[in-house]
């Protein structure tokens, strides 16, 4: 499926390394493979709770990111995405990530 940049937050190891693919703060990457969100292309999660899921706050990194071009949802109940195209925001700290999560969770309730 393709829609518009959709804006969310994305955990990473400290290194800014996540699923063995090495990001930079700033950067755009694409890929050109089969977009399946948990499988394949970017991941990330619109609400920025959900990405302490899969990064625990003290072992991780968080940044802002803005994805589009190909795009798969997760089916469990999660906001995680997949994406064909990502560009990397702001990082941010716990608190950040937290405060975003709530404003996330007031806007939609």
Do not use: W
Not at 4 to 11: H, V
Not at 27 to 37: F, G, L, N, R, V
Not at 79 to 91: A, D, L, P, R
Request: proline fraction near 3%.
């Amino acid at each position: 499926m393709k829609k518009g940049a959709i804006k969310g937050f994305k955990g990473y190891n400290k290194d800014l390394t996540c699923r063995d693919f090495k990001y930079e703060i700033g950067k755009e990457y694409e890929t050109t493979e089969k977009i399946k969100a948990c499988e394949s292309g970017f991941h990330f999660c619109e609400n920025p709770i959900d990405v302490l899921k899969y990064y625990p706050p003290t072992q991780a990194r968080f940044t802002e990111v803005e994805g589009s071009g190909n795009i798969d949802t997760e089916i469990n109940g999660d906001s995680k995405i997949s994406v064909s195209k990502i560009k990397i925001g702001v990082e941010l700290s716990l608190q950040s990530l937290i405060e975003n999560g709530v404003k996330f969770i007031f806007e939609r309730t």
